[in-house]
């Protein structure tokens, strides 16, 4: 079955710096891999999704790019505020069938420091 | 709109005892998801209801049950708690389980198996 790892587990940076986020997958087959942010105590939120017929998808200051070649897919942070702090999940699925469902990697806890 | 709605926030439970966590949608979503969630190990799928009438096992199924009660409910029982079970879960629904539909979660249920 898939198989998702995401790095680092811990990521700080400075107010304004960028920030990157980097996930592989194992089923090449994998064909949506969307991000969600969870901040402390609340529920996973959707942020940003990409489908494996586009490379790159763009929303304000969050960016993600997939490398289906390689099984990569990383998501991108601009400009960092304090209120991007938070624990990101990276996911990947198959649409449908057995493999239907999404497979999440462990998180990356995400600090801006002001 | 509500979205996904879970009862109840928080339950403390002694070993052995049995309990039934709620989950309601009101987006006329077709899935529904239920995860456990613990330090380190990001979202893990315990089972899922593609279409109402249809319930199948995820990753972690072992010692729970689920019902799709209608298409708004889903409950997840736990017969005989152990303290493995300790966790946080989230409720989930999408539209449809094939199309690679954005998941929309719950605030969750923390609980605590003494």
């Known amino acids: 079955g898939e198989n998702v790892e995401q790095h680092p587990s811990t990521l700080s940076v400075q107010e304004g710096d960028s920030a990157v986020i980097k996930c592989t997958y194992s089923?090449?087959?994998?064909?949506?891999f969307p991000w969600y942010k969870q901040e402390l105590g609340k529920r996973p939120q959707l942020i940003i999704d990409?489908?494996?017929?586009?490379g790159e998808k763009k929303d304000q200051r969050i960016a993600v790019t997939l490398n289906k070649t390689a099984k990569h897919f990383s998501l991108h942070i601009t400009e960092t505020q304090p209120e991007d702090s938070a624990v990101y999940f990276c996911?990947?699925?198959?649409?449908?069938?057995?493999?239907?469902?999404?497979?999440f990697g462990k998180g990356t806890k995400l600090s801006v420091k002001p | 709109n509500a979205g996904v709605t879970q009862t109840p926030k928080f339950q403390v439970l002694k070993t052995g005892q049995s309990m039934t966590l709620q989950c309601a949608q009101d987006?006329?979503?077709?899935?529904m998801y239920w995860y456990r969630q613990d330090p380190g190990m990001g979202l893990r799928l315990i089972y899922y209801?593609?279409?109402?009438?249809?319930?199948d096992k995820g990753e972690v199924p072992n010692g729970y049950n689920v019902s799709r009660l209608n298409k708004r409910e889903f409950s997840l029982r736990l017969e005989s708690a152990a303290p493995s079970q300790t966790s946080v879960y989230f409720c989930?629904?999408?539209?449809?389980?094939?199309?690679?539909?954005?998941?929309?979660f719950g605030d969750g249920t923390r609980l605590s198996i003494l």
């Open positions: 987006m006329n979503h077709n899935s």
């Open positions: 089923d090449s087959a994998s064909n949506y």
């Open positions: 996911a990947a699925s198959l649409d449908g069938g057995s493999q239907g469902n999404l497979i």
């Open positions: 989930a629904s999408s539209e449809h389980w094939v199309g690679n539909q954005p998941q929309h």
């Open positions: 990409i489908r494996s017929n586009v």
């Open positions: 209801s593609a279409s109402e009438g249809t319930t």
